[in-house]
């Protein structure tokens, strides 16, 4: 099985930066694609950024465009997230998904962090 667990959840002012990290762990055989997404009370979740792992291929969600940036440190099978230019609407708990494949799963399954909280207020 694999396990991703996040870290960097927070509270930030508006206009602030956060910074977010997911590390996955367990009998990985292969990694296809982080990322990232988010869900607000009372919203769906929503997706925000991902990278292919094996060229590091990016893309994200119009509304966090050139503010969110995803990166990944393909050694320590983890995934980042730079958010900056942080506003309200960016408050959500954050959710890490991996696809990855294990020794008894070729074809790979999608696995989900437990989420980190980042609180936007003043």
């Known amino acids: 099985q694999v396990q991703l667990v996040e870290s960097g959840g927070g509270l930030v002012q508006p206009g602030g930066s956060l910074r977010l990290s997911c590390a996955a762990s367990g009998s990985i055989r292969s990694i296809a694609t982080m990322a990232w997404f988010r869900q607000a009370p009372g919203k769906e979740r929503a997706f925000v950024a991902n990278i292919r792992w094996s060229d590091g291929y990016t893309y994200y969600a119009d509304s966090v465009k050139g503010r969110f940036s995803i990166s990944r440190d393909n050694a320590k099978n983890t995934v980042s997230l730079q958010m900056n230019a942080l506003n309200p609407e960016d408050a959500a708990v954050y959710y890490c998904?991996?696809?990855?494949?294990?020794?008894?799963?070729?074809?790979?399954?999608?696995?989900w962090g437990k989420g980190t909280l980042v609180t936007v207020s003043s």
């Open positions: 998904k991996g696809r990855a494949t294990t020794a008894s799963d070729y074809y790979g399954t999608d696995y």
